[in-house]
């Protein structure tokens, strides 16, 4: 068959606006237009900087400040001189986990965080274990972040207004879902001033606070001194290290984030691991600072909890009262305060759709979890976690204190495990590195402080919310054991009955002869080269033998998560969805009929297929089109999820147009 020049379909001409849909152009509104594939500078545009990405992603480890401390705090009781001790641990944890966090970055450059070092080092199972600690994470981030930021809102209102304060905490949810839906650059630098106005309040909130507290420090010591001497008499030294435990186990949402940084390396601007672990340091810094600050000014100014408000509340109402304009200072740090734990959410739908997208490439949660929208958003995880964030916030109220227990556990699960997979990894490449030594050191340590962290939480807080995440946990890993089941034996029952056809001998058995635009041509949809192509396109000669003289096979190459990550990704995915087009035409000349191509490259199968199919439709008047699809003899609800519909889809569209298009099945018993 002679060579048929062959380019890719043209992007189509936009409608004028005022024949577009209503429902698309309020799409557009809301969400934006589609991105512009054929710009060869989109992903650099789109990637994070690294204090951009110290806003998008260091917000979640940030504000876990307006929470964490006054936790643990609040454990001591009446023994607030540990409080001291409390800080320190609190500091050299925060630095300690970062730092063991920027070394994974360095082993794993191309992101993933907990769920890709687990499966890499600890095997499959500990992986899907991970991976499924971090969704529930992340759903827990963007609940208890928009929890607390109503309980700061709603601390300087009144009590009346206290009926609004879930109605309100439900408005923040979905304007958060819908910012997202947009893109990750523009929800991030919408939400960029709100930040700083955050890391500015708290500055003078912390530094004021000690300072004007200054000429009490002898006081205060003398104090600390005194209860201490109390605290050993009456608990003892395990008492009081059992207290100090427990403070510090349960202040442990102070150190939830800090994994956000690895797990959205593919957000961040090239060089990105340098992006990421200079990200680390602000982060790091930003939050030792915030959290033990916070701490020693509860100490300093003897702040106890009242009823409606968080004790950074009390703690600046006390500071500014003194204070011309004091009421000013307040509103502002408290409306700053709810606003960043608003932007701390943003981790969660950043991290958690990657997370999911990564785990449906693996075939542990249904594959549309991988496709991007015309954003290049993971529009279905974001979707999926703002669904279950609702959930979330209506089953606990919005109680902080019950969302940060659930919340905990799942983080220094996957924190433990991270851990545990780098030490181990460590020692058996110790030949290797000549600082194995000291880096086996660092992870063991911050395996050591996070299983204590877990094991803690989990058995104090039991009856409190553990039992709920434990258990929420093993489901969703179960379920993914099943999904993941399903998909392999499908694929394994397509590779027996297709087993002969990838081996067809393609020679032709008479020679091709030239396309004839007039005569009647069959298109067939392909996706990858394999079994259910071929026995497709061998399907339309079975069902209408001697009479398709013509064929055309349609590819289009989709960009998902496992595809977009880097300048040279949509090149890459154009040379491979041609390759596979072209295999295609070698077939067809095997069965010595005239054959060419289109191909095309999109986030939406069935758009760009039906774009397709419509200009092969104008050269070749009398097309028939034909596309495979899977079928179960007893089809069950949840194989529709499983499985895409693009054939049914695209099915629809072409008889909308006037097409003829037919759906030939392959059966899996």
């Given at each position: 068959?002679?060579?048929?020049?062959?380019?890719?379909?043209?992007?189509?001409?936009?409608?004028?606006?005022?024949?577009?849909?209503?429902?698309?152009?309020?799409?557009?509104?809301?969400?934006?237009?589609?991105?512009?594939?054929?710009?060869?500078?989109?992903?650099?545009?789109?990637?994070?900087?690294?204090?951009?990405?110290?806003?998008?992603?260091?917000?979640?480890?940030?504000?876990?400040?307006?929470?964490?401390?006054?936790?643990?705090?609040?454990?001591?009781?009446?023994?607030?001189?540990?409080?001291?001790?409390?800080?320190?641990?609190?500091?050299?944890?925060?630095?300690?986990?970062?730092?063991?966090?920027?070394?994974?970055?360095?082993?794993?450059?191309?992101?993933?965080?907990?769920?890709?070092?687990?499966?890499?080092?600890?095997?499959?199972?500990?992986?899907?274990?991970?991976?499924?600690?971090?969704?529930?994470?992340?759903?827990?981030?963007?609940?208890?972040?928009?929890?607390?930021?109503?309980?700061?809102?709603?601390?300087?209102?009144?009590?009346?207004?206290?009926?609004?304060?879930?109605?309100?905490?439900?408005?923040?949810?979905?304007?958060?879902?819908?910012?997202?839906?947009?893109?990750?650059?523009?929800?991030?630098?919408?939400?960029?001033?709100?930040?700083?106005?955050?890391?500015?309040?708290?500055?003078?909130?912390?530094?004021?606070?000690?300072?004007?507290?200054?000429?009490?420090?002898?006081?205060?010591?003398?104090?600390?001194?005194?209860?201490?001497?109390?605290?050993?008499?009456?608990?003892?030294?395990?008492?009081?290290?059992?207290?100090?435990?427990?403070?510090?186990?349960?202040?442990?949402?102070?150190?939830?984030?800090?994994?956000?940084?690895?797990?959205?390396?593919?957000?961040?601007?090239?060089?990105?691991?340098?992006?990421?672990?200079?990200?680390?340091?602000?982060?790091?810094?930003?939050?030792?600072?915030?959290?033990?600050?916070?701490?020693?000014?509860?100490?300093?100014?003897?702040?106890?909890?009242?009823?409606?408000?968080?004790?950074?509340?009390?703690?600046?109402?006390?500071?500014?009262?003194?204070?011309?304009?004091?009421?000013?200072?307040?509103?502002?740090?408290?409306?700053?305060?709810?606003?960043?734990?608003?932007?701390?959410?943003?981790?969660?739908?950043?991290?958690?759709?990657?997370?999911?997208?990564?785990?449906?490439?693996?075939?542990?949660?249904?594959?549309?979890?991988?496709?991007?929208?015309?954003?290049?958003?993971?529009?279905?995880?974001?979707?999926?976690?703002?669904?279950?964030?609702?959930?979330?916030?209506?089953?606990?109220?919005?109680?902080?204190?019950?969302?940060?227990?659930?919340?905990?556990?799942?983080?220094?699960?996957?924190?433990?495990?991270?851990?545990?997979?780098?030490?181990?990894?460590?020692?058996?490449?110790?030949?290797?590195?000549?600082?194995?030594?000291?880096?086996?050191?660092?992870?063991?340590?911050?395996?050591?402080?996070?299983?204590?962290?877990?094991?803690?939480?989990?058995?104090?807080?039991?009856?409190?919310?553990?039992?709920?995440?434990?258990?929420?946990?093993?489901?969703?890993?179960?379920?993914?054991?099943?999904?993941?089941?399903?998909?392999?034996?499908?694929?394994?029952?397509?590779?027996?009955?297709?087993a002969d056809l990838g081996t067809l001998p393609l020679v032709p058995a008479e020679k091709p002869g030239a396309l004839?635009?007039?005569?009647?041509?069959?298109?067939?949809?392909?996706?990858?080269?394999?079994?259910?192509?071929?026995?497709?396109?061998?399907?339309?000669?079975?069902?209408?033998?001697?009479?398709?003289?013509?064929?055309?096979?349609?590819?289009?190459?989709?960009?998902?998560?496992?595809?977009?990550?880097?300048?040279?990704?949509?090149?890459?995915?154009?040379?491979?969805?041609?390759?596979?087009?072209?295999?295609?035409?070698?077939?067809?000349?095997?069965?010595?009929?005239?054959?060419?191509?289109?191909?095309?490259?999109?986030?939406?199968?069935?758009?760009?297929?039906?774009?397709?199919?419509?200009?092969?439709?104008?050269?070749?008047?009398?097309?028939?089109?034909?596309?495979?699809?899977?079928?179960?003899?007893?089809?069950?609800?949840?194989?529709?999820?499983?499985?895409?519909?693009?054939?049914?889809?695209?099915?629809?569209?072409?008889?909308?147009?006037?097409?003829?298009?037919?759906?030939?099945?392959?059966?899996?018993?």
């Amino acid at each position: 068959m002679p060579e048929t020049p062959v380019k890719e379909a043209p992007p189509p001409s936009s409608p004028p606006r005022d024949e577009e849909p209503l429902g698309r152009r309020l799409r557009r509104l809301v969400i934006g237009a589609p991105r512009n594939l054929e710009d060869r500078t989109l992903f650099h545009r789109l990637a994070l900087v690294p204090l951009l990405a110290w806003v998008g992603l260091g917000a979640d480890g940030l504000s876990s400040s307006a929470y964490g401390p006054e936790e643990a705090f609040r454990t001591l009781g009446g023994h607030t001189f540990l409080a001291l001790p409390l800080a320190v641990l609190m500091a050299g944890t925060v630095f300690l986990v970062s730092s063991a966090y920027s070394r994974i970055i360095e082993q794993f450059p191309h992101g993933g965080g907990g769920y890709v070092v687990a499966t890499k080092l600890l095997g499959e199972r500990a992986g899907v274990v991970s991976g499924c600690a971090l969704l529930i994470d992340y759903v827990l981030t963007i609940t208890v972040s928009v929890a607390a930021a109503g309980d700061a809102l709603f601390s300087f209102l009144p009590p009346h207004a206290q009926s609004l304060k879930l109605p309100v905490e439900v408005l923040l949810l979905a304007g958060l879902t819908t910012l997202n839906l947009r893109g990750v650059r523009e929800s991030v630098l919408t939400l960029a001033p709100i930040f700083l106005l955050f890391v500015a309040t708290h500055v003078v909130l912390i530094l004021g606070g000690i300072v004007a507290h200054a000429p009490a420090f002898p006081a205060t010591a003398r104090s600390i001194a005194g209860g201490c001497g109390e605290g050993l008499s009456t608990l003892g030294v395990g008492g009081v290290l059992l207290l100090l435990l427990r403070a510090y186990s349960l202040g442990g949402g102070t150190y939830t984030g800090i994994e956000a940084v690895s797990n959205g390396l593919p957000l961040m601007r090239r060089p990105r691991a340098r992006t990421a672990k200079r990200t680390m340091v602000y982060m790091a810094a930003s939050l030792a600072f915030t959290a033990t600050g916070l701490l020693l000014c509860y100490l300093l100014w003897n702040v106890a909890p009242v009823p409606g408000k968080t004790m950074n509340a009390v703690l600046v109402e006390r500071l500014a009262a003194p204070l011309p304009g004091g009421g000013v200072l307040v509103v502002l740090t408290l409306l700053s305060e709810a606003a960043l734990l608003v932007v701390a959410a943003q981790a969660g739908f950043l991290d958690g759709p990657r997370v999911l997208a990564n785990m449906a490439v693996d075939s542990w949660v249904p594959h549309r979890f991988s496709a991007l929208s015309d954003r290049l958003t993971t529009q279905n995880g974001v979707l999926l976690m703002g669904a279950a964030s609702l959930a979330a916030l209506f089953y606990t109220g919005g109680a902080v204190g019950h969302l940060v227990v659930m919340y905990s556990i799942n983080v220094f699960l996957t924190f433990s495990l991270s851990m545990l997979g780098m030490t181990l990894w460590r020692l058996r490449n110790r030949r290797r590195d000549a600082r194995w030594k000291r880096r086996a050191a660092l992870f063991g340590v911050g395996f050591a402080l996070c299983a204590t962290i877990l094991v803690s939480t989990v058995v104090l807080k039991f009856r409190a919310g553990g039992w709920v995440t434990l258990l929420l946990t093993g489901s969703v890993v179960s379920l993914c054991f099943l999904i993941r089941r399903h998909y392999r034996t499908v694929v394994a029952k397509l590779a027996r009955l297709y087993a002969d056809l990838g081996t067809l001998p393609l020679v032709p058995a008479e020679k091709p002869g030239a396309l004839d635009p007039g005569a009647p041509t069959a298109a067939v949809l392909v996706g990858s080269y394999g079994g259910l192509g071929i026995h497709t396109t061998l399907n339309v000669f079975r069902a209408f033998p001697n009479h398709f003289k013509n064929l055309v096979f349609l590819t289009v190459g989709v960009i998902d998560s496992g595809v977009f990550k880097g300048e040279e990704a949509v090149g890459s995915l154009r040379k491979r969805t041609e390759e596979t087009a072209k295999k295609y035409v070698e077939v067809a000349r095997a069965l010595g009929v005239p054959a060419t191509y289109r191909t095309a490259i999109g986030t939406d199968a069935v758009a760009e297929v039906e774009r397709l199919s419509l200009a092969v439709a104008k050269d070749f008047p009398q097309t028939t089109f034909f596309g495979g699809k899977v079928i179960f003899q007893r089809e069950k609800w949840y194989q529709r999820i499983l499985h895409n519909e693009t054939a049914f889809a695209l099915q629809k569209r072409l008889q909308w147009a006037g097409k003829t298009m037919v759906v030939l099945s392959a059966r899996v018993l």
